[in-house]
C-alpha cells in the first residue's frame, strides 16, 4: 500500500516562496507520472503541474512561470518550488500519480496571505 506525504506548506505572505515535498515510501514510483495537485475551500481539487519519470513536466495556466515541478527517484520524492506566491495560491496541496489508484495523502495547508 503506498502512502504519500506531503509537507513543506505554511503560511506565507504574497510574493513569498515554499518548497513542497511529496514523499512516497515503500514503493519505486520513477515509472510513473507524478502531479501535485491543490484543493481551495469550496472548490474541486485541480492538478497545477505534473512529472513524467523522464522529467517531462507540464504546468496549469496560473502557475506557468512561478511553480517547478521536480522528482528525485532515487529517493522516491516529488518537489513543487512555489515562487510570486498569490493569495489565489491559497489551498491545500496533494500529490498523486496521474494514473494510479493510490488513496490520497493527508496534504499540506499552504496559506498566501499579509
Known amino acids: 500500500q503506498v502512502q504519500l506525504v506531503e509537507s513543506g506548506g505554511a503560511l506565507v505572505q504574497p510574493g513569498g516562496s515554499l518548497r513542497l515535498s511529496c514523499a512516497a515510501p515503500?514503493?519505486?514510483?520513477?515509472?510513473?507520472?507524478m502531479g501535485w495537485y491543490r484543493q481551495a475551500p469550496g472548490k474541486q481539487r485541480e492538478l497545477v503541474a505534473d512529472?513524467?519519470?523522464?522529467?517531462?513536466?507540464n504546468y496549469e495556466d496560473s502557475v506557468k512561470g512561478r511553480f517547478t515541478i521536480s522528482r528525485d527517484n532515487a529517493k522516491n520524492m516529488v518537489y513543487l518550488q512555489m515562487n510570486s506566491l498569490k493569495p489565489e495560491d491559497t489551498a491545500v496541496y496533494y500529490c498523486?500519480?496521474?494514473?494510479?489508484?493510490?488513496?490520497w495523502g493527508q496534504g499540506t495547508q499552504v496559506t498566501v496571505s499579509s
Open positions: 512529472i513524467t519519470g523522464s522529467g517531462s513536466a
Open positions: 498523486n500519480g496521474l494514473t494510479t489508484d493510490w488513496p
Open positions: 515503500g514503493r519505486v514510483f520513477s515509472t510513473y507520472t
